[in-house]
């Protein structure tokens, strides 16, 4: 059984940092492309930042391209998502999710809650 668990969101001030982790198992996690997705109150859910299982491409939303950075660790199964100096707009509840090679299966975690006051 796949499972994705997110933690580290928090309540921050603008202009503060947050770095979130997501942890797999269930799954041979250095074969999958990881990505962190977003949905703030009354809005879809967005793409926000992805990284590819070889750890060598990495793609980000143009809101948060400079600010966030995506990472793996392969050995630890764990996504992370380096976030710097964060805006109201970025508060929203963050998910991780994995694609399958080939993207025949995608995961989503619960989510974590991240709150940005001005």
């Known amino acids: 059984q796949v499972q994705l668990v997110e933690s580290g969101g928090a309540l921050v001030q603008a202009g503060g940092s947050l770095r979130l982790a997501c942890a797999a198992s269930g799954l041979t996690f250095s074969s999958y492309a990881m990505g962190w997705f977003r949905q703030a109150p009354g809005k879809q859910r967005e793409f926000a930042a992805a990284i590819s299982w070889s750890d060598d491409t990495s793609h980000y939303a143009d809101s948060v391209k400079g600010r966030f950075t995506i990472s793996r660790d392969n050995a630890k199964n764990t996504v992370y998502l380096q976030m710097n100096n964060l805006k109201p707009d970025d508060t929203a509840v963050y998910y991780c999710?994995?694609?399958?090679?080939?993207?025949?299966?995608?995961?989503w975690g619960q989510g974590t809650q991240v709150t940005v006051s001005s």
């Open positions: 999710n994995a694609n399958s090679p080939g993207g025949g299966h995608t995961y």
